[in-house]
């Protein structure tokens, strides 16, 4: 196991009023759950890439959002204060118990596919990010500042095939058009504040995602212009994932991936 | 499908700052900036370096092998090119 660099020895304990720490603690889950469930479906790649490069680069992907998602599973445990580890959070929730963005569940479909996923999910992590590492909670600071330059050696990497893929072959713009009509109307929810994330933003607790939307936009907006590609006009929208309201395919990911942590309890390496 | 393969690079990282690249593999990459990332996750995920070059693997040209009997063994015997003969007077350090 990588060492644990955020554990709570090694930070202050948080100290958020009653009201407050359960929406925080809701908070942090939202992000564990968004980073464990994409670098699983990143892992699902290894052994499967089209190039060994590519395999091994979405491998390195995968483990960087791992490791980001047990830094935010541990902090979670800790704010939740109930005797729940990072496993049991990761291993023993059901699927409307998870509070991931329905983009980063998306199967992974061709490289294509899940190139632009990423895409649209790096543009946000890396500004997200960034405002969690000038943010209040030290906790997620710190985490952030780590995780910060992941994020962006992820937005280079996801941000060059869009361009070789969308400005490449005849095949490589038709394939990374048809995963545009597929994952566009995912990404809104991104930037979409639940009621969770308007009363922390009230509470001063989180950034206004309406600058992260406009910056992603305009990232976004740079990068489909070197691709050659339009950006989509479409502005139909499917939310949910963030309230637990998820695709079917949530629950077959789940299935594998807790698999083993449900049918041997406590299981250890 | 296209079956063209990508250029072969050749990769040499520099472990740390004040050190020469060493060559450590080769790797497949449509170009320059693709090798460079490549490079990147293939060879330097576990702290290897601080520095990437990658050149196209086309670009080095190499001795033959078939001539390496008279590329090389006349040094075999030329023990006075080893600068050994000298006597290092106690006074200098390092060498």
């Known amino acids: 196991m990588a060492p644990q660099d955020f554990s709570p020895a090694q930070m202050a304990a948080p100290s958020y009023p009653a009201d407050v720490q359960p929406l925080v603690f809701q908070y942090v889950l939202q992000l564990a759950d968004t980073s464990l469930i994409l670098a699983h479906r990143l892992s699902e790649w290894c052994g499967h890439g089209p190039v060994l490069e590519q395999d091994l680069a979405m491998a390195n992907i995968a483990l960087d959002l791992l490791g980001e998602a047990r830094s935010y599973y541990q902090y979670a445990a800790e704010l939740e204060g109930r005797g729940r580890t990072e496993d049991d959070l990761a291993y023993l929730r059901s699927a409307v118990e998870y509070r ?3 983009l980063v569940e998306q199967p992974n479909g061709d490289f294509a596919h899940t190139v632009l996923r990423q895409f649209l999910f790096d543009v946000f992590h890396y500004e997200l990010l960034i405002e969690l590492k000038a943010g209040p909670d030290a906790h997620l600071a710190a985490i952030a500042e780590k995780s910060l330059k992941e994020a962006a050696y992820h937005r280079k990497w996801s941000a060059e095939w869009i361009i070789r893929l969308g400005d490449g072959t005849a095949e490589s713009r038709q394939r990374l058009e048809k995963a545009m009509r597929t994952l566009w109307r995912y990404a809104a929810e991104l930037t979409t504040p639940t009621p969770l994330e308007q009363r922390l933003h009230a509470a001063n607790l989180l950034p206004d995602y309406a600058d992260i939307q406009a910056k992603v936009a305009a990232y976004v907006a740079h990068v489909l212009a070197e691709a050659t590609l339009p950006v989509p006009t479409d502005a139909f929208a499917q939310p949910g994932g963030k309230a637990g309201r998820h695709s079917e395919h949530l629950g077959y990911l789940l299935a594998e991936l807790q698999y083993m942590q449900r049918t041997y309890p406590n299981l250890t390496w | 499908m296209n079956q063209q393969e ?5 990769v040499f990282i520099r472990s740390k700052q004040g050190l020469d690249h060493k060559h450590v593999g080769s790797l497949h990459a449509a ?4 090798a460079v990332q490549n490079a990147r996750d293939v060879y330097t995920r576990r702290l290897e370096g601080v520095s990437i070059w990658v050149v196209e693997s086309k670009h080095i040209h190499a001795s033959n092998p078939d001539e390496a009997a008279e590329f090389f063994d006349p040094a075999a015997d030329k023990v006075y ?5 000298y006597d290092v007077p106690d006074s200098i350090k390092h060498m």
Request: aromatic share 18%.
């Open chain 1, 100 to 102: 991931n963005p329905l």
């Open chain 2, 6 to 10: 990508w250029p072969l690079w050749e």
């Open chain 2, 31 to 34: 170009d320059a900036a693709m």
């Open chain 2, 81 to 85: 090119r080893h600068p050994t003969f």
